[in-house]
């Protein structure tokens, strides 16, 4: 069964400086990787995915993740944070052959605070 | 609007009352999901529907009964519920696998925030 695991369950960045969001999965075969967003009172919002194209994968507001298979790893990076960018932040894995419907796993999620 | 429409956003019930939520999409997606967030807890999917077939059933106690009329359409029916199924109930869609769909990943909606009192 896959699993992914996010490392840190808090982060806190300054205005304008490096977010990176850890992600490491494990799934016995090659899986489909992505990345939500979640607003206070909100449902999930798809940032980006990986499905097999190119490894490094840009998503909305100015976020990309790198697929490393040899690392088993899938982070999160945004070159400058923006106060706007606070919120938690989930990766999930799904087995690209599962029959039936497309199962996500989700990691326990990472709470991103930005502070001026 | 996010494509995905639940409601009630907020839902308070007395564990011996019956109560239904409600999820919508129009966005052409044949598979349906049910998700339950709670607090320091990761998501814990519940049931998915494809083709408005159950495809899974992840453990869930039979207080949780859910139905789905079509593919647009997934409801949650709770009854003699316990306060520690209060939580955030998530509902997501999206296409299937195998169906000749590249689009994956799921679009959610917004929750229903439930207590049980």
């Known amino acids: 069964a896959q699993s992914v695991t996010q490392l840190g369950s808090h982060v806190s960045v300054s205005e304008g400086a490096l977010v990176l969001l850890r992600c490491n999965y494990s799934s016995s075969v090659p899986p489909y990787l992505f990345w939500y967003v979640q607003y206070p009172n909100q449902g999930l919002q798809l940032l980006l995915k990986y499905t097999s194209a190119a490894t490094l994968v840009k998503g909305i507001n100015g976020f990309e993740a790198e697929f490393k298979k040899s690392e088993t790893s899938f982070h999160l990076t945004k070159p400058s944070a923006h106060m706007s960018d606070a919120a938690e932040y989930f990766c999930a894995v799904s087995d690209r052959f599962t029959g039936g419907g497309n199962k996500l796993t989700f990691g326990t999620g990472t709470q991103l605070k930005v502070e001026l | 609007e996010t494509g995905v429409t639940q409601t009630p956003r907020h839902l308070v019930m007395g564990m011996t009352n019956k109560k239904s939520l409600k999820c919508e999409q129009h966005l052409g997606h044949n598979a349906m999901y049910w998700y339950k967030q709670s607090a320091k807890k990761p998501l814990e999917l519940m049931f998915v529907?494809?083709?408005?077939?159950?495809?899974e059933n992840n453990s869930v106690p039979s207080r949780f009964s859910p139905e789905c009329p079509n593919s647009s359409h997934l409801f949650l029916h709770l009854h003699t519920l316990q306060p520690e199924d209060s939580a955030l109930y998530l509902c997501?869609?999206?296409?299937?696998?195998?169906?000749?769909?590249?689009?994956?990943?799921?679009?959610f909606g917004s929750g229903t925030r439930l207590t049980v009192v």
């Open positions: 997501a869609s999206s296409y299937t696998p195998g169906t000749g769909a590249t689009n994956y990943g799921y679009t």
């Open positions: 529907y494809n083709f408005k077939e159950q495809t």
